[in-house]
């Protein structure tokens, strides 16, 4: 099919999104993997390239796919005029900006529905700004979930080779708990299996995680690896899928992070995201900065392919010009490499 069309959203306005998405369209190398294409606004584009030291990039803001050039020192951007530069505070959650992120969204999954766009990546959105604008989901999943009709989805988190599936994401962690059972953990371990064949891994090694300390300790600790997780393990061994578990938290990831798994099946949220933020996410005290912003986030059960950034909007360091953009170009990468396995 030739290079793909990859839609990438701006983020909100407001945050280090459109300063991340200039950096990476001034990499050759972008041009040499597929066809970029962002979605957001031009005129807030122009503003932030002001702050960076070498501007290489001609925007082309248009309307239809059609009219992109995809060629290296052309940004082409799907103009979608949301907002008002006059009126925008960069650094500052707004009910504009939020409004303005979710559109690029939903324009991004239409533009992927109707396969204008072979895959799509996805820059940081506010969830307070976003909800202020009267979009109540709870993040871009969600928004994912509703507008391709899927009821069954779950996020996955990777860097490097730790990879890690959810469960649960954006609930209580009280709430996380009651979710732990046999048919969604089944489902998860299915589309972990999934998506580390279509990254060419050919017998994906998958590691389940328990729920409880120790695993629960054959009861001890709690009763859910043995009534709902350990069940979804026999499920689906039985359906040929190479999985082993419950193994206990607290080892399991560095197990996948060595190579002994390929990618791990987590119970909520805070336990996948914090591994694999400790490696990707890098802080010098010293310098007062982050050497190493890396990491990405692929919706899985979707009839579309979406990734995105693993880190939040970076209200502090707008306009400084200092916003790593690795985790972006990761996000790309892995949209690239699932669109070719289609």
Same mark, same amino acid.
């Given at each position: ?5 990859v ?10 999104g459109?300063?991340? $998405? ?8 972008l041009y ?5 294409l962002?979605?957001? +606004? $031009? ?63 939903k324009? %991004?999954?239409?533009? &992927?529905? &109707?396969?204008?766009? +072979? &895959? ?17 989901? !709870? /993040?871009?999943?969600?928004?994912? /979930? ?14 490097g080779?730790?990879?890690v %599936?959810?469960?649960s ?23 972990? +299996? ?16 328990? @729920?409880?300390?120790?695993? /629960?300790?054959?009861? @001890?600790? /709690? ?8 069940? !979804?393990v026999a ?35 805070d ?15 010293q310098?007062?900065?982050w050497? $190493? ?24 360091? %707008?306009? *400084?010009?200092t ?5 972006? *170009?990761?996000?790309? +990468?892995? &949209? %690239? ?6």
């Amino acid at each position: 099919m030739g290079r793909p069309i990859v839609g990438i959203t701006m983020g909100d306005p407001a945050s280090i999104g459109p300063e991340i $998405s200039l950096k990476t369209f001034q990499d050759q190398q972008l041009y040499e993997k597929c066809r970029p294409l962002l979605i957001g +606004d $031009s005129n807030v584009l122009e503003k932030v390239m002001e702050i960076l030291p070498d501007r290489k990039l001609q925007l082309n803001p248009i309307t239809n796919v059609k009219d992109a050039k995809f060629q290296y020192g052309t940004m082409d951007v799907y103009d979608m005029h949301e907002v008002e530069i006059s009126e925008l505070q960069f650094g500052q959650v707004s009910k504009m900006a939020g409004n303005a992120a979710f559109q690029y969204v939903k324009k %991004v999954i239409e533009l &992927a529905n &109707a396969h204008e766009v +072979d &895959a799509t990546v996805t820059n940081a959105l506010n969830k307070e700004a976003m909800n202020l604008a009267g979009h109540h989901y !709870a /993040g871009h999943t969600e928004i994912y /979930g509703k507008f391709t009709h899927t009821p069954n989805y779950t996020m996955m988190l990777a860097h490097g080779n730790l990879r890690v %599936v959810h469960v649960s994401t954006h609930v209580s962690l009280r709430k996380a708990c009651d979710l732990v059972k046999k048919p969604r953990v089944a489902e998860c371990i299915k589309l972990a +299996d999934e998506v580390c064949r279509n990254l060419g891994l050919k017998n994906p090694r998958v590691a389940v995680a328990g @729920l409880n300390p120790h695993a /629960g300790e054959n009861g @001890l600790f /709690g009763d859910e690896e043995i009534k709902e997780i350990a069940p !979804a393990v026999a499920e689906m061994r039985a359906k040929g899928v190479n999985v082993t578990g419950p193994v206990p938290a607290d080892t399991v990831f560095a197990k996948c992070h060595g190579g002994m798994y390929d990618i791990v099946v987590a119970m909520y949220h805070d336990q996948g995201h914090i591994p694999v933020k400790v490696i990707g996410f890098q802080y010098d005290e010293q310098k007062k900065k982050w050497d $190493s912003v890396a990491g990405i986030n692929v919706t899985l059960g979707l009839p579309i392919i979406r990734t995105s950034v693993d880190h939040g909007t970076a209200f502090d360091q %707008v306009l *400084k010009g200092t916003a790593n953009e690795v985790s972006l *170009k990761n996000a790309i +990468d892995y &949209a %690239v490499k699932l669109a070719e396995s289609k």
